[in-house]
């Protein structure tokens, strides 16, 4: 079983290497410190399992994730974040733990990745079914997606009161509506969040 390391980190490298390294049948083929780097040497040394940092700089986590998709390894997550669940599984991974793992768990849970299990974290199932159990999203109305869009554009609420012959006022209160749909709290978020959507395009 073929395993690379991908972490920001190098001190946590080296602990992924010290408590993964003596585990019989078990080989680190390689390290990486970026998302760039992963792919790099994942084609290059084909391991079997990619141990995968979400948040570092550069090519991130998911991003990488995407790219090995479909090419070979299965990837398993280990992050310190419990927020990234539905993107990283959507993305590709094969499974999500924590760092506050045991390094018992940590071995299981590669080995299971290895033979093609789908392994998540106690904590991270949790949230997922929190999730599953939420209710429909209600989808932004033609109204609301117009301002969005105007916003996305850089345009103020007055310049898009005046685009849309409407008043500040209602594009106030679209813009909330779009929000409390989209669950975010600000302009930049809603934004972020309907383009991840894929209701404004691109």
Known sequence: ?????????????????????AEPGLEIVGEAGDGAEAVRLSAEL????VLMDLRMPGMDGLAAIRELSGSGPRVLVLTTFDT???????????GYLLKDARP??????????YEGETVLAPAVAGRLA???????????????????RLVARGATNREAAAEL????????????????KLDVRDRAAAVAEAFRRGLLGG
Do not use: N
Not at 84 to 94: C, Y
Not at 165 to 174: D, G, L, N, P, Y
């Open 1 to 21: 079983m073929r395993v690379l390391i991908v972490d920001d980190h190098p001190i946590v490298r080296d602990g992924l290497r010290a408590a993964l390294g």
């Open 84 to 94: 990234d669940i539905l993107p990283a599984l959507e993305a590709g991974a094969s």
């Open 130 to 148: 929190d999730h599953v159990r939420r209710p429909p999203r209600a989808a932004l109305s033609g109204r609301e997606l117009e301002v969005l």
């Open 165 to 180: 012959f409407i008043s500040e006022a209602s594009v106030k209160t679209h813009l909330l509506h779009a929000y409390a």
């Open 46 to 49: 084909r391991p079997d399992v």
């Open 104 to 113: 018992e768990e940590l071995v299981r849970a590669v080995r299971a990745t």
